[in-house]
């Protein structure tokens, strides 16, 4: 094992060398179909973003890619003097660190108690109907959550006052749609820190068992630390994927009230660029929303290091 | 080091590699489209030309197999193959996506895409192919033709008219809607004024706090969180304030100079009357948050006393009411409004709407066929047969050679959800041209199957009752008549193909008003004015007088190209 290891730990050491790729050609080979499929449909499309630097409207959009008039970096000047586009960026980052945060939260503590449950038929059975709603569209879900919190909703009647849950123009509205989105997606988030749990050596909750420890105390010194790793990495996935708040949650959710605290920046790259018909400056919105994503990922990855925890890239 | 040096220069050459791939596509791919599009066009049997055509307002398919599709390809050897936006009414990624491809089909209904459509060089100018092959479609436009050339820079006819040429409206819903019992307990007076309709709803509303099912009535209530704000929020608004006839979000003074609605003083008095009918509970306090779902349920459950709305918009919840018979909760139109001195625009004749209609794309593969088309469409005959049916089927000719329709054949179209999809009358007349109701042909018959009559046949127990105490004929009568009006220079505006600079403007402008009119609505009505005040410098720091400018200026042009 150690011997493995160590000659492993060499190869990686070892220099790009034309006996190497020979020594490795099979595992090449195997590569090359997802380096090609990399490419293809990865880095070719990339290429798109040149439209980001030109005016792309209708009458330029036919032309071939150098026959456009190049405008430098007027379309982003344009997207960040919008009146909406602040607003926009802090409700992204707004509803992204609620929906990570509570959606973590939410998934975690769902997981360990189904992981607890020591029914196995009623265990399965409450995993299965947690994660239908995953697979129910948008459209669906938010005519629900209409009914239920909407002004004049079930919930509104049910406790006899307006609540404003969805008719409140501030961060509430956020808290409502990061609600509805746990109530969708808790049951398949938690999937993933279940196996995770599955995946905890049984020994040791013997071992804490004999030591006298009670329930409480073994999810918190032998569960939780053994999915740590597990909870980092989905972290550092969620923070990548900030800013990619998806639009249709949103365009469903909202009306004339909150729209202000509902526009998001795919949102917002839909109105501004398709519904306007200017591609140009659509592409420079989602543009930035890609930098900002990277940034985030790698600051995300640092943070996860100094925590002691293995990183991602 | 080396090897990332290396990797990044296989990157960039694969990138440069694939985008010339690309463009030599590119150049493939129309070459090969061209090909394509031939090889369609002869596979069609015999002498029938297929052409394809995209209706932006189709809600069903069309298979082009009923009686009056095979006598219109009869007429011209033309047959039609219609697609139409898929997921429900947004045509405009479907042109997005048609411009992004370079597809076209050969006959276009864009809607308010066209614009689009125009600046991408889609559309052919038809002015030289309606001068030699459509003698009807100029007839049919009449005096109105010039209507429908771009501008004055650009006199090019890139499309006709997806409505009616002329003609007389026998029904409208009016500035505002009532159920019929409220107006029967003030004994069939027609409010002339605000505070006049106020006190109806709340007298109504006093005697009659709660529907027969126990529900609690509603005052007013709107559709107002999605795009149905425009209808029920921002329309009315203009009518009943300023007497305005419907030119979308704007008010054209006399000397054809634009105004953003919003800014009116007159809108400032209605929505200061709404903020306090909200105030007062009278408007309905969900309404800004209610989907249209809901808002149409509330009206078929008969508990919403008045509506701001246009008939097309709330008949679903009425008809429900109707086949229910209650006709006492079903709504009065009536011309109210803001006072007795300002006259409800609902008969007025603005003039052609032109900006949206079916065009000719430049890649149609046999454009005179296209016209020749269209030219039978506009046609007498091509007329009768798209709104009668087909002779001695769907209507006989009496004695005097005036046609008409048997009592099965009118109850067969009005109970019958598929008439017009199974017998094709009526199917293929949208969105192509077509004359107005009550516009008699040379036989002395009316082009489309309403009529006064038959307006008058159809009307239920309630509204036969109203005529009888109003001593008219129409309901529409007690409206101010259109010979009252005259007609504009220019077209209705809302329907323009607007460049891109100035959509780019307006529908920031749409975005800040929708927010800033519910907010003035439903804040505290101390707050109004401030709200109002908030909104309008938001508005103008959006580029509204920039807008304003715009709009006159297109408005001056189309003037100048109409009497060019």
Known sequence: MSAKKASKEKKIKQKFSRQLMWKQRYLLLMSVPFVVWLIIFKYIPLWGWTMAFQEVKPRTMTLPIWERPFVGFSNFIKAFQDRMFTQTVINTIGLSILGIALGTVSAILFALVLNEIRFNKFKKVSQTISYLPHFVSWVVIASIAKMVLNDGGMLDTLFGKNLGLMSTNSPLFWVTVCLINIWKEVGWDAIVYLSAMAGIDQGLYEAAKVDGANRLQRIWHITLPGIKPTIVVLLIMGIGGALNVGMERQMLLSNGIVQDHAMVLSWFAYVRGIGNSNYGLGTAIGMFQSLVGVILLLIANKVAGWLGESKLI | ?564
Not at chain 2, 213 to 223: F, T, V
Not at chain 2, 429 to 436: A, K, L, Q
Request: proline residues 4%.
């Open chain 2, 1 to 564: 080091m080396k090897k990332r040096r290396i990797c990044a220069m296989l990157l960039a050459a694969t990138m440069v590699a694939g985008s010339l791939a690309g463009c030599g596509d590119k150049k493939d791919d129309t070459s090969k489209k061209g090909n394509d599009g031939t090889e369609g066009g002869s596979e069609t049997s015999g002498d029938v030309v297929e052409l394809t055509f995209f209706n932006a307002d189709a809600n069903q398919d069309d298979p082009w197999t009923d009686p009056v599709a095979e006598a219109i390809t009869e007429a011209t050897g033309v047959k039609l193959k219609t697609t139409r936006p898929v997921g429900g009414n947004d045509e405009s990624e479907a042109v997005a996506l048609m411009i992004a491809e370079q597809n076209y089909p050969d006959i276009i209904f864009a809607k308010g895409s066209a614009g689009n459509l125009i600046e991408a060089g889609a559309m052919m100018d038809m002015t030289d192919l309606i001068e030699e092959y459509g003698p009807n479609i100029k007839k049919l436009y009449g005096d109105e033709f010039n209507k429908l050339k771009q501008s004055a820079d650009d006199p090019a006819i890139y499309q006709l008219s997806a409505y009616v040429v002329g003609g007389t409206k026998f029904k409208d819903a009016g500035n505002l809607q009532i159920q019929w019992d409220a107006l029967k307990a003030k004994d069939y007076k027609i409010p002339e004024s605000l505070e006049e309709l106020e006190t109806m709803i709340k007298d109504y509303l006093k005697a009659n706090p709660k529907t027969d099912d126990g529900l609690d009535k509603i005052g007013i209530s709107l559709s107002a969180s999605d795009w149905h704000w425009l209808i029920t929020l921002g329309n009315p608004a203009g009518f009943i304030a300023d007497g305005a006839p419907d030119n979308g979000q704007w008010i054209v003074n006399e000397n054809n100079e634009a105004i953003y609605k919003f800014a009116s003083d007159n809108e400032r008095e209605y929505f200061k009357w709404l903020c306090r009918m909200y105030n007062e509970g009278i408007l309905d306090k969900d309404f800004a948050t209610q989907t249209h779902e809901d808002y149409i349920a509330k009206i078929a459950s008969g508990r919403v006393v008045t509506l701001f709305d246009k008939d097309w918009d709330y008949q679903d919840g009425e008809k429900v009411l109707k086949a229910d018979g209650k006709y006492g909760l079903t709504y009065a139109g009536l011309p109210t409004c803001i006072n007795a001195d300002t006259k409800c625009p609902s008969l007025m004749y603005q003039g052609l709407t032109t900006g949206t209609g079916v065009g000719i794309s430049n890649s149609c593969k046999d454009p005179v066929a296209a016209i020749k088309f269209i030219d039978f469409l506009c046609s007498d005959e091509g007329q009768v047969l798209n709104k009668w049916g087909i002779k001695d089927v769907n209507y006989f000719v009496d004695d005097e050679g005036h046609r008409y329709r048997t009592e099965e054949e009118i109850k067969y179209s009005q109970e019958d959800a598929d008439y017009s999809k199974k017998t094709g009358v009526g199917f293929h007349n949208y969105p192509f041209p077509s004359y107005g109701d009550g516009i008699l042909d040379p036989t002395g018959s009316t082009y489309t199957t309403t009529s006064k009559e038959a307006v008058i046949n159809e009307y239920n127990e309630e509204e036969k009752a109203a005529c009888e105490k109003w001593g008219v004929d129409l309901l529409v009568d007690k409206f101010p008549q259109p010979d009252e009006f005259t007609t504009p220079d220019y077209s209705p505006l809302w329907a323009y193909a607007m460049p891109l600079e100035f959509t780019e403007i307006t529908d920031k402008l749409d975005e800040v008003a929708w927010s800033a009119l519910i907010k003035c609505v439903t804040g505290k009505e101390a707050d109004f004015d401030k709200n109002y005040d908030k909104m309008l410098e938001d508005l103008e720091s959006t580029g509204m007088s920039d807008a304003e400018k715009m709009m006159t200026d297109i408005i001056a042009e189309k003037v100048a190209a109409a009497k060019s």
